[in-house]
């Protein structure tokens, strides 16, 4: 991790009083072009109180409540918002907890103070109140509650346009028959709940604030500044960001091979192919049930390791098309020996004029593609590059923005349309076919002796491009390169 010190500037935009939320929102920029440089996460830390809340894109808006109050008096607050879910898409269920009776305000602000709706309650009793907030258009927001003199808020973070469109409204749901403890304060040390936040601090404590970023595939982190909230503020962290990395312009990449556009296997499949580099790829996974010389496979079973056997993806020939078939590594070489070399020479069970990468060839693709600022995402990561914008299930990322499944639509920059057709298990009985959708992965023609044999692996939830040895048993991808 490349570790480089960078300034922070902190913009007053006004004072508000103590017992209000003071919102805090953090930008990026280049130090040397001013240029938007986005966030990974802002960790921010209360050294009096001894907490650290993590921040992660895109959730860079932090609400302060300053009280002055103890821990048990703020539990006790009149006014508390118990639950969200955060981020949302287009609309949003809030709850929130009133300790004492009277009329009630809700408003539905933008991050400019924007009065976007109001909802307004004559006579609220004390209980749980349930909200239905629907943002509209993408962005973040900020809801906040008046009854009594007090105030609570809470930050929205919306993704997408909801069903409603750019109408942004609250709903009144009703009350909760239970009224559950109205808790909702950071964990000490632990991660942000995706925007569900407040910070508690008396109004003599000093936060801490640093923002990180990345850079030609390096990591940037700002000095640490002290600073305590006492006003409505933005937050810039400028990075020195040095020379980008080029784009790739050669415009042969991510197109069909020259003068092989296309290829057929023995069964008559025909695959689209794809130039990265000086390789010329297969663009699909292999779905062929014969080798090149028109010797038959076997479905399957429980013999694992023979010779000619192939799977179907989750056990199913519909997901053939998209997925291809899945084979071990004895089928996938046709009785050849390892290989490293580059290129393997092992034609294994490509079709003729092709052959199964070594992992030295896989090494090419993707140091390739890792030299690159259209392939590369965030930390040097490329897994997105290679993978297509479909045939993946929807999975949790994390803090992994990078990752294949955190935007598809950010997905195959390199034209290669990797799918997550899963792997097939052999056990004693019938093959069970676990990640179907969230991984998968491809042989290489190289093994070493009696270990396992070398793949390549791409998984739902990270943005590396992984190097993996496997159990040669195991039903795997397989895509050709040519001679």
Not at 51 to 71: C, H, N, R
Not at 100 to 121: A, F, K
Not at 317 to 337: I, V
Request: proline fraction near 6%; include cysteine.
């Amino acid at each position: 991790m490349k570790k480089i010190l960078v300034f922070l500037f902190l913009i007053p935009i006004g004072i508000v009083c103590a017992q209000q939320s003071i919102i805090v929102t953090f930008t990026g920029r280049n130090l040397n072009t001013d240029e938007y440089m986005q966030l990974s996460r802002v960790e921010i830390s209360n050294p009096s109180q001894g907490w650290t809340q993590m921040l992660y894109y895109p959730d860079t808006v932090a609400i302060f409540t300053p009280t002055g109050l103890s821990e048990y008096e703020l539990q006790q607050s009149s006014l508390r918002w118990k639950s969200l879910l955060n981020p949302f898409h287009g609309s949003t269920n809030a709850v929130l907890y009133c300790h004492e009776s009277g009329p009630l305000n809700i408003v539905l602000t933008d991050m400019s103070g924007r009065i976007l709706s109001v909802h307004h309650e004559e006579r609220a009793q004390i209980g749980q109140h349930h909200f239905r907030i629907n943002a509209g258009t993408p962005g973040m927001f900020v809801l906040t509650a008046y009854q009594n003199g007090v105030s609570a808020s809470i930050k929205l973070v919306n993704t997408e346009n909801g069903s409603n469109n750019t109408v942004q409204n609250i709903q009144y749901v009703g009350m909760a028959d239970e009224p559950d403890s109205p808790d909702l304060v950071i964990e000490k040390g632990g991660a942000s709940s995706k925007g569900q936040i407040e910070f508690p601090f008396t109004t003599i404590d000093g936060m801490s604030y640093q923002g990180f970023s990345s850079c030609n595939g390096d990591e940037l982190y700002s000095e640490r500044i002290q600073r305590m909230p006492i006003y409505t503020e933005d937050c810039i962290f400028h990075f020195d960001c040095g020379d980008p990395l080029p784009r790739d312009t050669n415009p042969n990449n991510g197109t069909p091979c020259h003068d092989t556009p296309f290829l057929t296997d023995y069964d008559g499949n025909v695959y689209e192919t794809v130039q990265i580099g000086s390789q010329c790829w297969m663009r699909e996974n292999l779905r062929t049930t014969h080798y090149a010389d028109g010797r038959p496979l076997m479905l399957g079973d429980t013999a694992a390791s023979n010779h000619s056997a192939f799977n179907y993806p989750y056990g199913d020939s519909t997901h053939t098309q998209l997925h291809g078939l899945l084979y071990n590594w004895a089928t996938t070489m046709d009785s050849n020996a390892s290989s490293s070399s580059n290129p393997s020479g092992v034609q294994g069970l490509c079709p003729n004029g092709w052959h199964i990468p070594s992992q030295e060839e896989w090494h090419q693709l993707i140091d390739y593609i890792d030299d690159f600022s259209n392939y590369v995402c965030g930390n040097g990561y490329t897994a997105r590059a290679l993978a297509a914008k479909e045939g993946w299930r929807e999975c949790d990322c994390g803090v992994w923005t990078c990752s294949i499944a955190f935007d598809p639509t950010q997905n195959n920059a390199t034209g290669f349309s990797a799918t997550g057709a899963g792997y097939c298990l052999h056990g004693n009985s019938t093959p069970s076919y676990p990640d179907f959708g969230f991984n998968t992965a491809f042989w290489s023609s190289t093994k070493e002796d009696a270990a396992p044999a070398n793949a390549i692996r791409l998984r739902c939830n990270y943005p590396e491009t992984g190097e993996i040895t496997l159990p040669p048993s195991l039903g795997l991808s397989v895509r050709c390169l040519r001679d």
